[in-house]
């Protein structure tokens, strides 16, 4: 499958699939793709989307290969465990088309790891990896993950996911990161703010505006009310000159902020 094109001045592009029926089901949190998030952030990779499925390899096997058709690079969390629900090399091979096997250095890793006697059949399936494969050192259970052409498959739990970017960090290419600039507007909603905002917006169309209101009465109990305007560009200067002329134009309003 022909991998996504761009220019050189464009930066990277990636997506997430997180897969598990548990998250699903709300039996689990998620906090993978926050992590993935922070961590693409300051290499210049765009996180462009991300999607949920649970531990049925159709559907695993569709999402990947959308993604991986449309993005630079998609990072996969899930289903690499010991169990009969764990998938996702399976699915992985069947969307490569690649037949799945026993990874020589990972196997060597999982009896190293363990002591005599417990290396059993369940643990020996985490060393089974797609034709192919180039293995994720995980410094954390030992057990790799692994990397196929532009798909990056990781663990599940968010500790061991976490440590095992710092093998994948060296392996991507990256672009200008994005600088953020938030004003903390008090004692207004952001219905009161929009029109300011959305002429900013239209000012400088390359930059990215977003509100978010905070402090809602009944949720988040009594307290301070109001919204948190963020500013996002990869020209640092000119987000610190809309913020400033933002928060300019806020004021003339009456409005109290804080630029943050």
């Known amino acids: 499958m022909s991998q996504p094109s761009s220019s050189p001045s464009a930066s990277p592009t990636a997506a997430v699939l997180i897969i598990g029926d548990e998250i699903l089901s709300g039996r689990t949190r998620d906090a993978n793709l926050n992590t993935l998030a922070r961590f693409l952030a300051p290499l210049g990779v765009d996180l462009m989307e991300a999607r949920v499925v649970g531990d049925r390899q159709d559907q695993i096997v569709g999402a990947l290969n959308a993604l991986r058709a449309a993005h630079d690079y998609v990072f996969t969390t899930g289903g690499i465990g010991p169990t009969h629900d764990d998938i996702t090399a399976d699915a992985i091979g069947a969307a490569f088309g690649v037949p799945v096997n026993e990874h020589p250095e990972a196997l060597a890793i999982l009896e190293r790891r363990y002591p005599p006697g417990e290396f059993n059949a369940a643990r020996r399936r985490m060393a089974r990896v797609p034709q192919g494969g180039v293995l994720i050192a995980n410094p954390v259970s030992g057990a790799p993950g692994f990397q196929v052409e532009n798909v990056f498959v990781m663990a599940g739990v968010p500790k061991i996911m976490e440590a095992m970017l710092d093998d994948v960090a060296p392996r991507l290419k990256t ?56 500013i996002r560009g ?8 809309a913020a400033q002329e933002l928060a300019a134009e806020l004021r003339s309003f009456g409005i109290k902020i804080a630029v943050t």
């Open 175 to 230: 672009g200008a990161p994005v600088h953020n600039r938030a004003l903390r507007v008090t004692d207004v909603g952001e219905g009161a703010v929009a029109d300011i905002l959305r002429a900013a917006a239209e000012a400088r169309p390359h930059l990215s505006f977003g509100s978010y209101p905070f402090g809602f009465s009944g949720v988040d109990g009594p307290g301070e009310i109001g919204t948190q305007l963020v």
């Open 234 to 241: 990869r020209d640092a200067a000119e987000v610190d000159a």
